[in-house]
């Protein structure tokens, strides 16, 4: 029978990453970060000088690069040109510009195919996270959530993460701002915003602890699969 997809979108500071993380370990399956593929595309943009407000530039460019993402659920790496990107992708001059290359259609129809590519070959299945994971990329899922989560518990629980490494207040207020400029872009744009499918189930994570929503997602898993 068909292959395990599950695909999990919502907003930054949904819980996603860790969710899906979760859920892939428990029940055995492949894991992809397609966050962390739009971020190695931004970081190939910037390191090889590429005007990102260039949408021509960018279109022709997104070719060029060989984006290499691992699916293992401990510690997946992605690598541009063979070079592991995976702390660069994670600093601000990354995040503060990959909603603008995320929204260029030639970038996401390269990386679409790719994200396809990964679920094609994971031996058991794949959790998948993203923003258009249940729109447009796996339209057929196995099971389709939506992470949600208030403004406020979504700015909590990264200010939190930063100020556990040791990050200063002033840089995590700017962070919040930039967090929720990134969502409004995400959501706003023309290709592939950031929407709940129809048929994808929506999870509140605001009031809820990790176990839970973990146990909620690997549930609906169960009920479809
Ligand atoms: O999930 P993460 O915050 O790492 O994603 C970084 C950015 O990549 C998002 O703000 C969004 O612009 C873009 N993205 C996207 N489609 C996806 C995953 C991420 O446009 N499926």
Redesign the pocket.
């Known amino acids: 029978h068909a292959p395990v997809v599950v695909a999990i ?1 919502g ?2 500071g949904s819980g ?2 860790t969710v899906s993380r979760a859920v892939a370990a428990r029940l055995g399956l492949s894991f992809l ?7 190695a595309m ?1 970081w190939w943009m910037l390191t090889n000088g590429i005007d990102i407000d260039d949408a021509d530039a960018v279109s022709i460019a997104c070719a060029k690069p060989v984006i290499v993402s691992g699916t293992d659920a401990d510690g997946p790496t992605i690598t541009v040109d063979g070079v592991d990107v995976s702390g660069p ?2 600093g601000p001059e990354v ?1 503060a510009q ?6 260029v259609p030639a970038v ?1 129809a390269r ?1 679409v195919e790719l ?1 396809r590519g990964c679920a094609e070959v994971a031996p058991r299945g794949i959790v ?6 249940g729109t ?2 796996f339209p057929a899922a196995t099971a389709k959530v939506f992470l949600t989560a208030s403004p406020e518990a979504r700015a909590g629980r990264r200010a939190a993460e930063l100020r556990a490494k040791g990050v200063d207040e002033a840089t995590i207020a700017a962070m919040a701002a930039d967090l929720t400029r ?2 409004a ?2 959501s706003s ?1 023309a290709t ?1 915003p ?1 929407v709940r499918a129809e048929d994808a189930v929506l999870v509140d994570t605001s009031e809820l602890t990790l176990p839970q929503v973990i146990d909620a997602v690997v549930e609906l898993v169960a009920e479809r699969a």
């Open positions: 979108d907003p930054s996603k990453s970060d397609t966050g962390a593929m739009y971020r931004t992708i994670r995040t990959v909603s603008a290359v995320s929204a996401r990386l994200q998948a996270e993203g923003r258009d994971m447009v990329v990134r969502d872009a995400d744009r592939a950031l």
